[in-house]
């Protein structure tokens, strides 16, 4: 038997692994989780017992302050994050990291620059879509 708190937290494991696995992230490389609910916690819980490097961006502080618990390595508002601009795709930033993962759904999330030096491998959205698909043609 499985109690109903424990039963509540098998679909967004579920979707928190899949995106690590989609995610290809390998040994020694950072990840930044773009969300601290449900599921970007665990995302963040899993990669943090795996022992790569997690920064986590949340606006909410109690959701920040769980991220803080789980051990990541930092907490940062998303208006500590500049704007990545790709007319300068060649310059690199300095605080980057291999992996993004998208959790809030916000379309402002994708718009971000750490990720740009370590030439990234991989943004991988855990949200079915960030914006409601159009009527059917």
Known sequence: DMDLRTAALAEP??????????SGIRAGQDA???GAGPIGA???ATLVARDHRVVVVEPAPVRAQL??????????APEDLGVFDMSQVATL??????VAFDTSGRKAAMRFSPVAKKKLDRI????ASAT???PAK
């Open 93 to 98: 930033a300095d605080d980057a990291f291999h």
């Open 42 to 44: 665990l995302i963040a």
């Open 32 to 34: 930044l989780v773009m």
């Open 124 to 127: 991988t959205s855990a949200m």
């Open 13 to 22: 494991l579920a979707v928190a692994l899949h995106a690590i696995t989609r």
């Open 132 to 134: 409601p698909p159009g």
């Open 67 to 76: 991220a803080r618990r789980l051990g990541v390595a930092d907490v940062r």
